[in-house]
């Protein structure tokens, strides 16, 4: 049994019994001797069982948006976007996809447009009946991000605007439905939207789950 899986149990028996996250990790992967990626790992993507619960109820799925106002956390939803479509996102224990990019920020690549294209022409398929994206000002070429996401959204003719945000998780708290796996965020809305996940369906996309890593760390250096 891999180091990792045994963290993973203690750290499970711990979150479950109520301990805080932060301490309960250090503490389990100290005494492991867990590298920085395995850290990262578990701690983006492993849960109380309480947790699960909450939030799996909260996923609504395409055909629950019908006529219905999405914010999108827009850096949350482009990163995680952006690894779905290098095989490297992780569908973790609450049934979102995330990455684990040790990234400050986001960088403008020539990836971006093709990224986001693929966002809009989805999100044209389920008959929004407004759609908002908030991106974080203080983030370097947030304004080319969302310059972008605005012609698309133009040209695609979905309802919607971009935001610059000073403090977008704060902002998006206030939406009914929002598109991030954002841990702060989730907790304060009453639905979330795992687009990456909608679009990794639709086209057939593969993607990691967090069981595979626990059995395999290795893949964790892909």
């Known amino acids: 049994m891999s180091s990792l899986l045994l963290a993973y149990d203690d750290l499970k028996y711990l979150l479950n019994r109520g301990y805080r996250k932060k301490y309960a990790l250090e503490f389990v992967a100290n005494h492991y001797r867990l590298s920085q990626k395995e850290r990262h790992f578990l701690f983006r993507c492993v849960f109380s069982d309480g947790e699960i619960g909450e939030r799996k109820a909260k996923l609504l799925q395409p055909e629950d948006l019908e006529g219905k106002v999405l914010g999108v956390d827009g ?30 920020g986001y960088k403008i690549s020539s990836r971006t447009l093709q990224t986001l294209s693929l966002l809009i022409d989805f999100l044209k398929t389920l008959d929004l009946k407004e759609v908002l994206f908030l991106y974080d000002a203080p983030v370097s070429k947030s304004g080319k991000a969302a310059e972008l996401t605005r012609e698309l959204l133009e040209e695609y003719s979905i309802p919607g605007k971009v935001k610059l945000s000073k403090a977008p998780d704060y902002d998006l708290k206030a ?15 009453l639905f979330v939207v795992d687009l990456p996940q909608m679009i990794a369906e639709k086209r057939g996309l593969k993607y990691l789950y967090f069981v595979e890593i626990l ?8």
């Open 75 to 104: 850096f949350n939803v482009l990163i995680t976007l952006e690894s779905l479509l290098e095989g490297k996102a992780i569908l973790c224990e609450d049934g979102l996809l995330r990455d684990l990019k040790l990234q400050g």
């Open 215 to 222: 059995k395999n760390p290795g893949l964790l250096r892909l």
């Open 175 to 189: 939406f009914e439905v929002v598109a991030s796996s954002d841990i702060g965020i989730i907790e304060k809305v």
